[in-house]
């Protein structure tokens, strides 16, 4: 079926074109006016498109009434799905594949790379803000829409057997990349340790705090609407601090294949870490002792995530060139030792911005 005879069903009549760069969902915009964003959901990845809508309704008419009664615009601060004729928040295909159309948020940049340390400021203060705002939201309701997203035994389990499998028989290639990961595996336990016996919270995180899962005003520089509601489940706030940083406190592209310009940028640290404790109050000690080395965690498991994906033979995110998914991983790694080398310097100006 044609993206126009797909629209149809949410009563819109223009053909979209490609836009955005998310690794996971199609993402199309329609230039009507207003503007759509049309996706169609990755079934691969999200297994049960109708549970994770139940999700993202619940928790957009719920921050709505919150932005409502703190005095903000909802229609630009959160997402809109649009129904289909069967009032359902998605259409499904003849081919049975699932289609989701929203409002498209006008004036906002969403950045791939930081241009200023300000953005992270900014972008911080929003996904603080969407953290506190979920804070009382009936969490178990939520259906897990990714099981064990964030669990980084389960994912160095994963990782392990991805390598054993070799898939694609790359893992030859890669043995200094493998031996990194396997090097850290004693990482892997801290924080999903420290939630199972309590010494953490949960709490209903966004788990996907990548910046361009985050508009910014294109004037003001400010955070306006925090999109990519797909992974928003009980989680750690760690995992929203430490993803966003992993993105945000790069030197340069998630991909950039010249590591020689890939280094953790402090002042980046400092800004998202700044706007970040301005919102979230409630952050605990023991959260705090163990923030710089969530930036840490995340980015290895996000690199591992890369590394197993390609030697799986790139089934998960999507690639536009066969090495793609293992120069995103060895930015990821030169991420970590950078991190490794500066983790004390990181967590005295934790403590020092904390005042704590
Ligand atoms: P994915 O899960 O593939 O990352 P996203 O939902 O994050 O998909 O959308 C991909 C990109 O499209 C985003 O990074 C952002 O740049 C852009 N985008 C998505 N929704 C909107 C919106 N409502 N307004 C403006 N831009 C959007
Ligand atoms: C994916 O959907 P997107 O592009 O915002 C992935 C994240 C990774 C990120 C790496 C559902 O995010 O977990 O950290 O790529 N999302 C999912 O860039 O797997
Ligand atoms: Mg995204």
């Known amino acids: 079926m044609g993206m126009i005879e797909v629209l149809k069903h949410f009563n819109i009549s223009v053909e979209p074109s490609l836009y955005g760069n998310g690794h996971i969902n199609d993402t199309y915009i329609v230039h009507t006016e207003p503007k759509y964003i049309l996706q169609r959901i990755n079934k691969n990845v999200f297994t049960n498109p109708p549970a994770m809508m139940e999700n993202i309704m ?3 008419s719920f921050l ?3 932005i409502k009664a ?3 615009d909802p229609a630009r601060e959160t997402l809109h799905f ?9 259409f499904v295909d003849e081919t049975g594949e699932y289609w989701r159309a929203y409002q498209f948020v006008d004036g906002v940049i969403s950045c791939t790379v930081v241009e200023d340390p300000m ?3 900014h972008a911080a203060r929003a996904f ?3 953290q506190n705002m979920l804070a009382d939201y009936p969490a178990d309701t939520l259906h897990e829409t990714i099981v064990q997203f964030h669990d980084t035994k389960k994912r160095f389990n994963d990782f392990v057997k991805a390598v054993e499998e070799n898939k694609s028989g790359r893992a030859e290639l890669v043995k200094d990349e493998i031996q990194f990961v396997l090097d850290r595996e004693a990482d892997c336990a801290i924080v999903v340790d420290a939630i199972a016996n309590g010494e953490i919270p949960l709490r209903v995180t966004h788990n996907d705090t990548k910046l361009n899962n985050v508009l910014l005003d294109e004037k003001t520089g400010e955070g306006v609407c925090v999109i990519d509601l797909d992974t928003v489940m009980p989680g750690s706030l760690l995992y929203d601090y430490g993803d966003a940083l992993r993105f ?7 991909d950039e294949p010249d590591l020689s310009k890939i280094w953790f940028v402090m002042e980046n640290f400092e800004a998202f870490t700044k706007g970040f404790l301005e919102e979230l109050v409630s952050i605990t000690d023991k959260e705090l002792e163990l923030l710089a080395f969530s930036i840490k965690l995340m980015t290895l498991e996000c690199g591992s995530r890369f590394l197993a994906d390609y030697i799986n033979g790139d089934t998960y995110f999507k690639t536009r060139y066969p090495e793609h998914n293992l120069d995103r991983c060895r930015t990821q790694f030169k991420l970590v030792a950078d991190m490794e080398a500066k983790m004390d310097e990181m967590n005295a100006i934790v403590h020092r911005i904390a005042g704590r």
Request: proline share 3%; net charge negative; hydrophobic share 25%.
């Open 58 to 60: 619940g928790v957009t």
């Open 64 to 66: 709505a009434e919150k």
């Open 70 to 72: 703190a005095g903000g």
């Open 82 to 90: 649009m129904t289909a004729e069967d009032g359902n928040p998605y």
């Open 119 to 121: 953005q992270l400021y």
């Open 128 to 130: 603080g803000k969407f």
């Open 248 to 254: 945000g406190g790069s030197s340069g592209a998630e």
